[in-house]
């Protein structure tokens, strides 16, 4: 399975973004799905995660309210809807899949996602 992450740019605080995933060589269906984002300096860190179908859900604290993951499985599409964006969102964003142990699975870990897209830089500026 291959992910390719697009939709990252400059944006000014308050802006937002929309963040977009492509999934292929897999059935997207068959996968829970999460965001992660790493700042400079820093670990890569949680930052959204849903089931494979979208009705599940889970946000970092730190957007939750702001941010909003969502999938579209006929074309095998994963986003993330990024608003009300601040300065410390500044990160490399990247998707991930694990596939399906349930059909309400879904993870915040970082070593359970097996596949991994190359990452969209975002930069938010004051």
């Known amino acids: 399975v291959q992910l390719q992450a697009s939709g990252g740019g400059l944006v000014q605080a308050g802006g937002s973004l929309r963040l977009s995933c492509a999934v292929s060589g897999g059935t997207l269906s068959s996968y829970a799905v999460g965001w992660f984002r790493q700042a400079p300096g820093k670990e890569r860190e949680f930052v959204a995660a849903?089931?494979?179908?979208?009705?599940?859900?889970y946000y970092a604290n730190s957007v939750k309210g702001r941010f909003t993951i969502s999938r579209l499985n006929a074309i095998n599409m994963v986003y993330l809807r990024m608003n009300s964006l601040k300065p410390e969102d500044t990160a490399v964003y990247y998707c991930a899949a694990v596939g399906d142990s349930g059909s309400y699975y879904l993870s915040t870990k970082l070593d359970e996602y097996y596949y991994w897209g190359q990452g969209t830089q975002v930069t938010v500026s004051s």
């Open positions: 849903c089931n494979w179908s979208g009705g599940r859900t």
